[in-house]
């Protein structure tokens, strides 16, 4: 792509001085950052999204151990693949890289395409996950533009506009691709990306950047005016609603089993393995004989956060003999103690069913 003339009040020494930074400061060691290999950037590209380096440290190395190749991935079973996402949250990045995966090989002959539109055509790559495939693995000059330079660049531009909205959020893109380095290497388009990445992650953060030590401080317009705690503008603020579920955790100690169904999508939790849910203590008591509502052990309620939703769950146990016959009219299925870890359960699932076990 070539370098067209930057709009009038871009600084031009935004880029050598962010990539020099980057070469001398910037994070290393990551293990996703020094390969050229397609899907491993975009492995740790999908999973770093909304999701802490610190989690992904752990998740990343399982991931590829099991799944070494885009063709292995394609090849794996659903559950397989939400088992080993289980924890990170946002499960839809995991059915889509799954289906991405599996159109790689089904369409592209297991190569990624190199150009961000090519990229952009695949489930569940976006915009500045393709830019970041295209740049670190290709050297094009694209710029990513996530919600961590989105802050970045509206301070260093006090960039007014509502990033709420989709004609302000084109244009910062815009001025993105203006701050690009001029006739880049590949090289440079690494440490570019990269360091854009960590100046996000490490000075520019949301609350109290570290300005004294940003590399491009004297290019600040923001840190200039005074006015880095305006940024980014964003009006629309995230409506969250409050539910509770009641969990009916039936079980049956010899064989250790518990009952489980998988979640439809879409929805909460879709695709992952979870006990019957009821909207009120009312539908989970009407759902059981009497001998089972008199049975019923109900525990502490439990607090669980996700993105528009914060929810509270119930969770009433239910200890049946292993000759009682299945719950009627319940969908599910018995599921062994020993096969839970195979299965995706979502992250307070799990820790109800290990405290459980132990
Ligand atoms: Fe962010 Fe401060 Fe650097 Fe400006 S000077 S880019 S506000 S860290």
Same mark, same amino acid.
């Given at each position: ?7 009038q009040g871009v ?19 990551l ?11 975009w492995?740790?590209e999908?999973?770093?999204?909304q ?68 990229l ?18 290709f ?18 531009l ?33 440490a570019?990306?990269?360091g ?33 705690a305006?940024?980014?503008?964003? #009006?629309?603020?995230?409506? %969250?609603? @409050?539910?509770? +579920?009641? !969990? $009916?955790?039936?079980q049956?100690? /010899? *064989? ?10 879409p ?13 009120s ?25 996700? #993105?528009?939703?914060?929810? %509270?769950? @119930?969770?009433? +146990?239910l !200890? $049946?003999?292993?000759?009682?016959? /299945? *719950? ?6 018995w ?24």
């Open positions: 792509m070539s370098a067209l003339p930057a709009p600084p031009l020494a935004f880029a050598p001085q962010l990539m020099h930074w980057q070469r001398q400061h910037g994070r290393r060691g293990p996703w950052q020094h390969t050229r290999e397609p899907y491993r950037v492995l740790s999908v999973m770093l999204q999701t802490q380096v610190s989690t992904v440290l752990d998740y990343f190395p399982r991931f590829l151990a099991r799944f070494p190749t885009v063709q292995a991935l394609a090849a794996a079973s659903a559950d397989e693949v939400m088992a080993l996402w289980a924890g990170l949250g946002y499960y839809s990045r995991a059915r889509n890289l799954h289906r991405c995966a599996q159109a790689v090989v089904a369409e592209h002959g297991g190569v990624f395409p190199r150009t961000p539109a090519g952009q055509t695949l489930p569940g790559i976006g915009a500045s996950t393709a830019a970041a495939i295209a740049a670190f693995c050297g094009e000059r694209v710029s990513i533009v996530d919600g961590n330079v989105r802050r970045v660049l509206s301070r260093l006090a960039f007014d506009g509502d990033l709420a909205q989709t004609a302000p959020q084109r244009a910062l893109w815009n001025l993105a691709q203006a701050l690009l380095p001029e006739q880049p290497t590949p090289d440079d388009m690494t570019y990306t990269q854009l990445m960590d100046l996000g992650a490490t000075l520019c953060t949301r609350s109290r950047p570290d300005c004294p030590r940003c590399p491009v401080q004297g290019l600040c317009r923001a840190q200039q005016l005074n006015t880095v305006q940024y980014p503008v964003k #009006t629309r603020a995230v409506k %969250r609603r @409050h539910e509770s +579920w009641w !969990l $009916l955790l039936l049956t100690t /010899a *064989p250790d089993r518990v009952w489980l169904l998988r979640r439809p999508a929805g909460i939790w879709a695709g992952l393995y979870c006990p019957p849910v009821f909207d203590e009312a539908a989970l008591l009407a759902a059981l004989p009497p001998a089972g509502r008199q049975a019923l052990r109900p525990q502490t309620p439990v607090a669980h956060s996700l #993105t528009h939703r914060e929810l %509270r769950l @119930h969770p009433c +146990w !200890l $049946l003999d292993a000759a009682e016959p /299945a *719950p009627l009219g319940l969908d599910g299925a599921v062994q103690a020993d096969a839970l870890h195979s299965l995706g359960l979502p992250a307070p699932v799990r820790v109800l069913l290990d405290a459980a076990a132990r």
